[in-house]
Structure formats: C-alpha cells, structure tokens
C-alpha cells in the first residue's frame, strides 16, 4: 500500500471518529410508537382512569386550569412546593416548584412538576387498597374513591390534613398527609374494622404518567424514565423500553415485578426533577413498573404486605413520596437521616461515577467558597491540573524535547526521501540517542479525556447548574453560550439567531471562539506529526471543535478554555525550565543551559 493511500485511510478514519463523536453526543429522537399497538394491560392495583382528550384549541395551561377545576381540592403550600390535592382518589395531582423558574425571563412561570388527569400531559400520584378474601374493589378506596377532609385545611410543614372514607360495610379508612420543608411527603395509610370478621388487603402507592414527557431530552448522557432501588440494585427503565412490557403478551400485562427484601424506592425520574415512592426503610415491598398500551399510561407501584385486621382493631402502613428538585444535599440528607438506602444514585452519576462523584463533590465545596459556579469550575480545573501536573511533567518535558527536535526530523524525512523504512529507523535513532519517547505526549490527553466526560456529566445532570449565571452574558452555565457572531456578539441592534437553529451553530458565540484560539496556541506548543496528512488534520483541530462545540453548556466550554490556558502556561514553564525558549505560539527562538547546581 503506498503512501497516499495510507494517509487517505488515516483522514477517513479520522473523520469518521469526529462524526461517530458528533453522533454519540447528539443522537437521533427515536422514532414515537403507535401507542394502540397493543391492549389495555390488567394490574394487580385497580387502573387510574385515561386523561380526557383536552380541547382542541385549548392550550396546556388552559387544559390544566380546567382540570383543576373539576371537583373539591385541599390546597398544599410549603417554603418548596405549592399545589393541592385531589379528594377524587385523594390524589396528589397538582404540585409546582416555588425556587424553579422555565427560562431565565424575569415573567417566566415556576416549574410544574405533577398534573392532574384531563390535563395535556397528566401526571399524578394515587394511594388505596387492594382487597382479599371477601372484599371487592368497590370495598376498599381506589384511584376514584371520594374522600373527605377529616381534619385540616391547608397542608403545610406544620399541619398535616387528614382524609376519611367509610365504605358502608364496617371499615373506616384514613389518609394522613404531612410535608417537610423541602419535597418529601409522608402518607400515613390506616383502616379500622368495626365489623364482625377479620378482613384482608393490601397498601399501594402509585405514579401515573400519562404518556411520554413532551419536553424529554433524548440524549445518552442523562436518563428519563423509571428508576429503581431494590437492596442496593439501581435500576433504570427508558420509557421506550417500559413499552415493550406489553409486547409478550398483548392480552395481560408485562410487568416488572421485583421482591424487594428491607430498602428500596420506585418512581419516576427526568433532567431536574423526580416523583418516588419510599417504603419505610426496613419494609418488605413488592416493586412493579408496567405500561398500558391502550391508554398509554406508564406506571410504577410499590405494594406493601397483605395485612389482616381483626374485628375492633386498626391497621396502619406509613410509606414517603418525593415530589421535587434532584437538589445533591437534599437527597444526600434524605439518604443519610432518613436511611433512605442508595438515594443519591438518583442523580445520573453514570459509568465514570467513581469520578463525577468527586468533581461535583469538589465544584459544589468550591461554590460554597466563592458563590458563583463559573469561577468555581476554573478553580476546579486549577484544582484538577495541579492533581495530575506530577503524572504530565514528564510529558511536558518529552513534548519539550520533541519540539526542540522538529529541525532534525524535518532534515532526516529529506534525506529518506520516499524510503519510509528508513526513516522510521533513522527517527528511533534519533530517539533513542536524545532519551524522548514520543509515546508519553499522549498521557495529557488520555488523563483529560475521562475527567473532561465527567465534567461534562456534572454540569449536565446536576441541577446546581441549571440556570447558574457566571458573569455578563453567561447567565447559564448548563446552556450554550448565548451570544453569537451574527449581530457581532450584541453589539448590532438585530438579535442572535434562535438557539438549535443552523444560523446559530454557523455564527458561534464569543466563548467557542475563545476555546478555538486557546486550543490552537496549547497546539503550537506541542510537536507536529511527521506526516502531513497527519499534520494537516491536527491543524484543522481547534477550529473543528470550536464549532463542534459551541452548542455544548457554556460551563464546559468555559473548563476547556481554562484548561487550555493552564496546560499552555505550564507547558510554557516547563519548556523554560528545560533550558528552551519558546515565544508566545510555542515556536523555538533559542536554547540556553542552566547551571549547574554547586557540588
């Protein structure tokens, strides 16, 4: 194979890489699913009933209005949460978050988190009873039992409400409600029999998710849909695969079911917000995640033990539900204070957990430090090159040396002429008598890769990012820079182009054209291939990236460019320290020796 075709395999090969990359990060929305491909699954807990088809013209928050409307409600209101809750079913159904806003726009309304059915995208929790031995459904409370208000008038951190139902037959039901000051709800479930005979059933909880969230990101990096702990099992269903539990057997349900022995929690997970169902810990439970196709309702179940309650006694089953913000200290309290095993796995730490643990460990101490994130993450990155300096000094000093080398290896590739086995023994040589190895330039950038993938994971997952401003523009970090090239980064009187449109991925923002500038003056300071082909693709680098990514979180963006500018200063150091004298693009002007040391 001669040399052209060597060096067209290696750009092929090379560009196919940047665009499998592309890919990877950004892949294809998956294609929806007819969700009347299948029947309505049968269930163990009796099934909520499907959403009303919304008005036509009606808008979501329209939709939504309406269906709050619907029946008598007990209103929620806590430092966190705002909402009320259902006396049909005695669902919580309608649940806003106080601190969250959409968008960055100053009229932006708060986040809303559940939603009642009737509305565009329902979304609820629901509590009852199974029956056994002689009951029936219609016995014992379900998803449309009415409810009333036994004691309380307003959920709130210091008053819990209390619902009563008595199904005409000698059992009295109750549901006591209470809220902390943060997203943690606690249910206390009780039922007392005034009957002749002992009767049997079993407590439930359930979130219900009509259809699949229309604001779902779609991207590898961050997981939505089911999540699970059972007796320290993590585990995550996609909401495309939860589909394929109808698949085996499309008469019945598919469903999920796992024996979960003392801890564990199931529920529903997004970017920044998640509602679980927590058992107590210690209690046995029966964990399920099924979906019905005809309805397309997702669903996820946490059904306590069968209990027994003689004539004249009264049962109770007290379990907890999050409904909130994925907030790293709120879930690490729940997690360390309330035993709540394994609950800071529900953040989407991902494989490198063993790293992004740490970092955001490290950037959410520093932000405590200095109070703002963006200067937190170049102080994280100081952090981070001072860490590995130890490991990449020596491959300074070799890049150094293999700098300093260039002319020689320029003068042996003429003298080879087209002779390529020469010139490899006469570059080994040359190694071997000036001690380089080529090799070891590589460990920078073998050791950035896994902790750049891993900031990138903290920054997106973790909402202390989510709408955290750093200086001027940048007014979130998880989101691309804002500005662009188009009206000359603002200074022209037209806006910038919308972000995700081709315009705005042409015309780059100011912080992209910083990292491309940064990556090609740390590039200078580093050898350039042997090869031109090599080179050339090397060359083009910098300016690739910068446009690659400039639709990645400005908060990343902003580690790139300080990493660069640290390992270009260090290198610079480095270089000086050896006895070479680089001018500012890494070129070599001059050499000079040290002294040395007095014996």
């Known amino acids: 194979m001669d040399d052209q075709n060597k060096n067209l395999i290696l750009a092929t090969a090379l560009s196919f890489l940047v665009i499998l990359g592309w890919f990877i990060m950004f892949p294809p929305q998956d294609q929806a699913v007819d969700p ?43 430092d966190q949460l705002t909402g009320s809750i259902s006396l049909t079913g005695g669902r919580i159904d309608d649940l806003s978050l106080k601190a969250y806003r959409k968008t960055l726009e100053p009229d932006s309304g708060i986040v809303t988190l559940l939603s ?21 459904f219609e016995d014992v409370p379900g998803p449309n039992t009415t409810w009333s208000v036994e004691s309380g008038t307003t959920l709130t951190p210091g008053t819990p409400i209390t619902l009563v139902w008595k199904n005409g037959k000698g059992l009295t039901f109750r549901r006591t409600i209470s809220v902390d000051k943060e997203f943690m709800f606690t249910i206390n479930q009780s039922v007392e029999n005034t009957g002749a005979k002992p009767q049997k059933m079993a407590p439930y ?17 961050i997981h939505e849909g089911a999540i699970r702990m059972s007796d320290g099992s993590l585990e995550e269903t996609s909401y495309k695969d939860m589909r394929k539990l109808d698949y085996v057997d499309r008469e019945a349900a598919n469903a999920e079911v796992i024996d979960v022995k003392k801890n564990g929690w199931i529920g529903f997970t997004d970017h920044y917000w998640m509602t679980t169902l927590v058992p107590t810990p210690g209690q046995g439970f029966t964990s399920v ?29 007290t379990s907890q539900l999050f409904a909130g913000a994925k907030v790293w200290g709120t879930i690490r309290s729940y997690q360390n204070n309330d035993g709540i095993q394994g609950f800071i796995d529900s953040i989407d730490w991902g494989w490198f957990f063993f790293l992004t643990k740490p970092i955001f460990f490290a950037l959410h ?29 020596k491959s300074y000093v070799s890049m150094a040396k293999m700098k300093e080398l260039q002319p020689q290896m320029e003068k042996l590739k003429e003298k080879a002429g087209d002779d390529r086995q020469k010139l490899q023994q006469e570059m080994m040589a040359l190694y071997k008598r000036e001690k380089v190895n080529p090799a070891s330039g590589c460990l920078p950038i073998l050791l950035q890769v896994p902790i750049f993938f891993s900031l990138y994971k903290v920054i997106f997952v973790t909402i202390e990012l989510r709408q955290a401003p750093w200086i001027g523009w940048i007014r979130d970090l998880s989101a691309p820079d804002p500005s662009s090239l188009y009206n000359f980064w603002g200074l022209a009187p037209w806006p910038a182009p919308e972000p995700g449109t081709t315009l705005a991925l042409i015309f780059i923002g100011i912080l992209p054209l910083i990292l491309g500038i940064s990556m090609w003056l740390q590039q200078k300071l580093n050898p350039a291939p042997t090869d031109p082909t090599q080179a050339m693709v090397f060359a083009w ?57 007095p014996k």
């Open 365 to 393: 101490t520093l932000n405590g430090m200095i109070g703002n994130m963006g200067w937190s993450i170049i102080a994280l990155t100081l952090l981070i090159k001072a860490i590995v300096l130890p490991l990449a000094f």
């Open 36 to 78: 009347n491909a299948a029947t309505q699954s049968t269930a163990t807990t009796p099934a909520p009933s499907a959403a009303k088809a919304p008005p036509s013209l009606a808008s979501p928050a329209e939709t939504r209005t309406a269906a709050l409307a619907e029946g008598v409600r007990v209103p929620i209101d806590s």
């Open 541 to 597: 680098m910098p300016w690739v990236f910068m446009f690659m990514l400039g639709r990645f979180a400005s908060g990343l963006v902003l580690y790139w460019i300080a990493n660069n500018t640290i390992t270009f200063i260090q290198q610079y150091a480095i270089m000086r320290s050896q006895g070479y004298k680089p001018d500012v693009f890494g070129n070599i002007v001059g050499s000079f020796k040290r002294k040395a040391k």
């Open 289 to 317: 995640e099924k979906y019905s196709a005809k309805q397309d309702i997702f669903q996820t179940e946490a059904r306590l033990p069968t209990m027994t309650v003689a004539p004249g006694e009264t049962a109770n089953a």
């Open 205 to 221: 909880g359930v979130v219900v998710r009509h259809g699949v969230p229309k604001n779902l990101k779609g991207f590898f990096i």
């Open 116 to 136: 009642p059915v009737g509305s565009d995208e329902a979304y609820y929790t629901l509590y009852g009873w199974s029956p056994s031995g002689d009951l029936a």
